[in-house]
């Protein structure tokens, strides 16, 4: 067990909603990080927050934002849903702004229909 | 559940021999690495990191070697197990992004009875 926290496991919503995915990271990290993982595509970095700010984004689409709170629980907003955004997404913490190594989550399956 | 795209490369390992997974790296600039483990319905599991002043780590079972003049990263497992089935990632850390890490494209390690 990683001690990273995220739900829920499985999302099915349908095209043009909008969901919000909700990390927890380790006890005692500050940097919490998005990932997307797609069968044609890989693991792909989406946004970091750390301490509440936002660090360094990645191939994050403008449908989608981040936030990280004052407890450090970070959430993923994915709106205007479409069949591509079907994928995992995984959510990562590190104690450091910077990868150091990084500790994943079991994933949000998000299905869209 | 799925990891990566359809046309993972796959390495067959009878149990007990010793897998090696190999890994091309292509930004010179790169100066930290990690192995990951993933398991089918789980997150990247952290195995063994390496920064790019050594080449060569070793943990319990598992060995980084790390090739800067060829660009090429291996993780050896020994006397594989059954629970070593899973898709293995390679990361990589550039100096100049260091809040991102990019991923491989997977090899899939099937141990064989």
């Known amino acids: 067990d990683s001690g990273v926290t995220q739900t829920p496991k499985h999302l099915i919503t349908a095209t043009g909603q909008r969901v919000t995915l909700r990390c927890s990271p380790r006890s005692g990290d500050l940097s919490v990080y998005w990932y997307q993982q797609s069968l044609d595509q890989g693991l792909q970095f989406l946004i970091q927050?750390?301490?509440?700010?936002?660090?360094a984004k990645g191939n994050i689409l403008e449908r989608f934002s981040a936030q990280q709170f004052p407890d450090l629980h970070s959430e993923l907003n994915l709106s205007s849903l479409e069949l591509g955004d079907s994928a995992l997404y995984f959510c990562a913490s590190s104690v450091l702004d910077r990868v150091s190594p990084l500790h994943f989550g079991n994933g949000t399956r998000l299905t869209v229909t | 559940g799925e990891s990566v795209g359809l046309h993972l490369p796959t390495l067959s390992v009878q149990e007990g021999d010793n897998s090696i997974i190999n890994c091309a790296y292509s930004n010179s600039a790169s100066d930290y690495f990690i192995w990951y483990k993933q398991e089918s319905g789980k997150g990247p599991q952290f195995i063994i990191d390496i920064r790019s002043n050594m080449d060569k780590r070793q943990g319990q079972r598992v060995t980084v070697l790390l090739n800067k003049t060829v660009k090429h990263l291996s993780l050896q497992i020994a006397a594989t197990q059954p629970g070593d089935s899973a898709v293995y990632f390679c990361a990589e850390r550039n100096t100049g992004t260091a809040s991102k890490l990019t991923f491989g494209t997977g090899t899939r390690l099937q141990v064989t009875l």
């Open positions: 927050y750390y301490n509440g700010e936002e660090r």
